[in-house]
């Protein structure tokens, strides 16, 4: 059974950082691109970083500069450093394959930032 938890979110203040952190089992996440999405209150999920599994990065142009995908396949998990963090910045945050497998996703860890 595939699971993704996903941990490390928490409330914190404009300006500041979090790291959040996703640890898979159940499949073999070396092989696996990967990546972190997002979802704000009355918006579609959507990608935030990407990052292959030959470790090509990508990112939201809305985090880009912000935010730092990394992996560590021995671990099999895969993180978020965001920094500098925004009002805009709060949702629920997954981690997942990508493109996405609707059966891997998982509760998500919420993020709220406050002014």
């Known amino acids: 059974q595939v699971q993704l938890v996903e941990s490390g979110g928490g409330l914190v203040q404009s300006g500041g950082s979090l790291r959040l952190s996703c640890a898979a089992s159940g499949i073999v996440f070396s092989i696996h691109n990967m990546g972190w999405y997002r979802q704000a209150p009355g918006k579609e999920r959507e990608l935030v970083a990407a990052?292959?599994?030959?470790?090509?990065?990508n990112y939201a142009v809305s985090v880009k500069d912000r935010f730092t995908i990394s992996r560590n396949n021995a671990k099999r998990t895969v993180y978020l450093q965001m920094n500098n963090l925004k009002l805009e910045d709060t949702a629920v945050y997954y981690c997942n394959t990508n493109p996405p497998l609707a059966r891997y996703w998982g509760q998500g860890t919420q993020v709220i930032v406050s002014s």
């Open positions: 990052i292959t599994s030959d470790g090509v990065i």
